[in-house]
């Protein structure tokens, strides 16, 4: 009877209510088992009930009670569907491993752990189960950003419901697709975005027909799930639905007169639900969708922006999300709502109410996921106020240290991105640090400076980091951000709204530095502008006027003119670039005084951070090379393909002659399996990969082509070139490393990028650590294969006199220069691209 009151009140809304009467049947059970008969499912109510007042803990825990007692019982069907709903109560709390390892567990989800829920469901014949188990895969690949994957799993869960004819499991699916295609309309226009800043006309044109795309499925997934949720009266799923028309709508102009309807449904709907998790954080979702899409930004109200002040209906819904939250003790909900109600006032410039609110959101937070965001928040309405705000700011910014592995997820959560968040954070506490040491006296000034690199390289960290994605751990080593040695200077630079800040450390005697910083007063978007203009003509080389010459200039008065004396009177050799943003792009071998480029002065190398870095010295008797390369003409699927690279095979030769020992491969020879058997057979410290690379706007955009046929088309009448990811050269070195890493360079020739984008050089650096290589050298452009074998074989001849990789490289680049000082070849998009990143030594 108690079981039943219970499930009445849960059907009712009264999610408390059900929870008591449970617990009372479960009390019962204890005190007298003779007569009362424990009934399993009761653990299954209770954590369904705890999930709806958003008590993820305790709902995993009571499904752990029920998944032992039908274990015991021999009843494996529920076995696997509990952990299934488990594997969905951890996914909440953002544990997407363990969720993983709950519904699969295996290496693949093709091959599954016995024990898995996946795996029992299809060992019992388990229809249902397998649909969910697929659905929840699908959800936590999505929920990580592998949405090829998520694709794959959902469609299946979609077929196997569609079979059983399971209409809510239906409603879910199409709603979980429409949420994918969201997503990946949101990463297409982030990619046009950076296209359009870079100047790329076309790649700006691709990705925005991408974007109509994807939007337009998108939308067809959410009506599909609404249509089938209005059909079976439920009215949670309908919400979802609605909410997720939002966005999809927004970017449309004609679907987007259909937001004031769409809002008064949603308002509709939450009438009818009971106060719940859900309820609550769909009125936060409203209020965020609300003000995003008036003022046709892409930035959420979570965001440090504030396009223009919210409206009033904003407050109303806040304010009623708070009030559900407190009523069920779900706190995390709770922090959210105060924080975003803080960040309306702090729109207003209300710093009063935006103070109280924002301390509330601090106190309450439950983790720390959401605590960085206020104690950011708090940071910023100090600074508005011209109040120190150092203290906030460092402390949001030690926050987001505890959770770095987790920042991608609840970046997702908090309906932001790293872009708009924490790379934000990292340049605003930068910012003043470099202000508060202009104001410092002369004793504290270089203290505030070391402060201020610090700050600066743990947000090129993490800028790798979100490039590269959760799946690759940094090997990050502890030492001072002015390490530097004899005759090494060390550039940074940082892209702020009205200025350039070029900040050179210096060796100033034994395990000493000295920090100097040099302003350029330039707006943001003309610098960008000057940048890919520069980048731009470097690459034209036809261009007889050599018209980079004003942009070379230009950059070297910004950089190297104020500091050519100091660097004179030190006696510095080699100069290493920390760079931000668009100057990422750009050779600094090129820039030029009017009589020389800088190459022909330094060495010249550049690196995400010192932190990735533990510079030893190449043990050049030792040296010996793994080459692969890709002669033919390829492609990679229909609308993507890649001329011959005919002077591979000379550049393969010539390095085999050059370095004795070394083992060269190419065409059908190279082939990710091929590569796997030569890295075990013999571990030589430089892999030098001639073929086409292309690096994109993430990793998943970047990838390698290789003599190999892809898996599933040896049959087909076109052939497709298999291509490695940078995952799978990951994958590929890991199975070959030792405790000592060995792989010192890494060579990418054949390089295509995208034009002046900053991403170039990240995506190189992320190849380089996924590889776990101290250093990697590569073109930022595509330059004559014929001229590239002829720079690399020279390159590879200096590095074995004993010279270091940035020696080599610039002996190679002044050679060049010498044998061509005028005419078609002197001309710097010839020999400038190739950039070493890394290790110097």
Not at 151 to 180: D, K
Not at 497 to 526: F, N, Q, Y
Request: proline share 3%; aromatic share 8%.
């Amino acid at each position: 009877q108690l079981v039943q009151q219970g499930i009445d009140r849960y059907h009712t809304g009264d999610f408390q209510g059900a929870i008591d009467r449970w617990q009372q049947s479960l009390s019962l059970y204890r005190t007298d088992r003779t007569t009362t008969t424990q009934p399993i499912e009761v653990w299954k109510y209770l954590a369904r009930a705890k999930q709806q007042l958003g008590q993820i803990d305790q709902a995993i825990d009571h499904l752990e009670q029920a998944i032992i007692q039908y274990r015991q019982a021999g009843n494996w069907l529920q076995v696997g569907r509990m952990q299934t709903e488990q594997a969905q109560a951890y996914s909440d709390l953002g544990h997407y491993r363990r969720a993983s390892a709950l519904l699969c567990g295996g290496l693949n989800d093709r091959v599954c752990a016995q024990n898995s829920a996946l795996e029992i469901a299809r060992r019992q014949s388990d229809l249902l189960g397998q649909a969910a188990a697929l659905g929840s895969l699908g959800n936590i690949y999505y929920l990580q950003g592998e949405f090829d994957q998520a694709l794959e799993r959902l469609r299946e869960s979609q077929t196997i419901a569609e079979q059983i004819g399971e209409v809510n499991y239906l409603i879910a699916t199409w709603n979980s697709l429409g949420n994918l295609y969201t997503s990946l309309a949101q990463r297409n226009d982030r990619y046009a975005q950076f296209a359009k800043q870079a100047g790329d006309q076309q790649s700006t044109e691709r990705f925005r027909q991408r974007v109509d795309r994807d939007n337009r499925t998108a939308i067809a997934a959410f009506e599909a799930s609404l249509a089938l949720a209005r059909r079976q009266t439920d009215h949670q799923a309908e919400l979802r639905a609605l909410l997720g028309l939002a966005l999809p709508y927004s970017r449309d102009q004609a679907t987007s007169i259909k937001l004031e309807p769409l809002f008064q449904q949603v308002r509709s709907a939450l009438e009818l639900l009971p106060n719940s998790r859900e309820k609550a954080s769909s009125l936060i979702k409203l209020a965020s969708l609300i003000d995003q899409t008036r003022f046709d930004t892409t930035l959420p109200i979570s965001n440090y922006a504030c396009a223009v002040e919210p409206p009033p209906q904003t407050i109303t819904l806040l304010r009623q999300a708070i009030a559900i939250a407190k009523t069920i003790h779900d706190r995390k909900t709770e922090s959210f709502g105060l924080g975003l109600l803080g960040h309306v006032f702090e729109c207003a410039k209300n710093y009063a109410q935006a103070s109280n609110f924002t301390t509330q959101a601090q106190l309450v937070a439950a983790t720390e996921e959401t605590r960085y965001l206020w104690e950011w928040q708090a940071g910023r309405i100090l600074r508005a106020q011209g109040k120190d705000a150092i203290a906030a700011y460092e402390q949001a910014v030690s926050t987001v240290s505890q959770i770095q592995e987790d920042i991608a997820a609840a970046n997702r959560d908090l309906r932001s991105d790293f872009q708009a968040t924490v790379e934000v954070l990292y340049r605003q506490l930068a910012e003043i640090r470099l202000k508060q040491a202009d104001r410092a006296t002369a004793s504290d000034q270089q203290t505030q400076l070391n402060l201020a690199l610090g700050t600066l390289d743990q947000l090129r960290v993490v800028e790798l980091q979100n490039y590269l994605g959760s799946q690759c751990e940094l090997p990050l080593v502890e030492q001072s951000v002015t390490a530097v040695d004899a005759h090494t200077a060390v550039f940074r630079s940082i892209l702020l709204d009205d200025r350039i800040a070029i900040i050179l450390t210096l060796p100033s005697g034994v395990g000493k530095s000295d920090v100097r910083v040099h302003w350029v007063p330039i707006e943001k978007a003309t610098a960008v502008e000057r940048i890919n203009d520069f980048r731009q003509r470097l690459e034209q080389r036809a261009d007889r006027e050599n018209t980079f010459q004003a942009g070379a200039k230009e950059l070297y008065d910004w950089f190297i003119r104020p500091f050519a004396d100091q660097l004179e009177q030190r006696s510095i050799k080699a100069l290493v670039f920390i760079q931000d943003g668009m100057l990422r792009s750009i050779p600094m071998a090129a820039l030029y005084d009017g009589q020389q480029f800088l190459i022909q002065k330094y060495a010249i190398a550049n690196t995400s951070s010192l932190r990735l870095l533990h510079p030893q010295p190449l043990d050049n008797q030792q040296l010996q090379v793994l080459a692969f390369g890709l002669t033919t003409a390829s492609a990679i699927d229909d609308n993507t393909f890649f001329a011959p690279l005919i002077a591979v095979r000379s550049e393969i030769d010539r390095i085999q002659t050059t370095i004795p020992g070394s083992e060269g491969l190419i065409d059908q020879n190279f082939t990710r399996q091929r590569l796997q058997q030569e890295l075990q057979k013999k571990r030589r410290p430089v892999l030098h990969l001639a073929t086409h690379a292309r690096f994109g706007f993430d990793a998943k955009e970047t990838f390698l082509v290789t003599g190999g046929t892809a898996n599933g088309n040896q049959s087909s009448a076109r052939r497709y070139n298999e291509i490695l990811s940078m995952n799978d050269l990951y994958q590929t070195i890991r199975q070959t490393r030792t405790d000592r890493p060995w792989l010192e360079l890494l060579a990418l020739t054949g390089c295509e990028t995208a034009v002046g984008s900053d991403r170039d050089a990240l995506g190189i650096a992320g190849v380089a650590v996924q590889a776990g290589a101290q250093s990697a050298i590569a073109a930022l452009w595509r330059v004559e294969d014929e001229a590239t074998a002829t720079l690399i074989g020279q390159f590879y001849q200096h590095l074995r006199t004993g010279l270091s990789k940035a020696e080599a490289l610039q002996a190679t680049q002044t050679a060049w220069l010498a044998a061509n000082p005028s005419g078609r070849y002197s001309h710097p998009g010839y020999w400038a691209p190739f950039i070493l990143i890394g290790s110097w030594l």
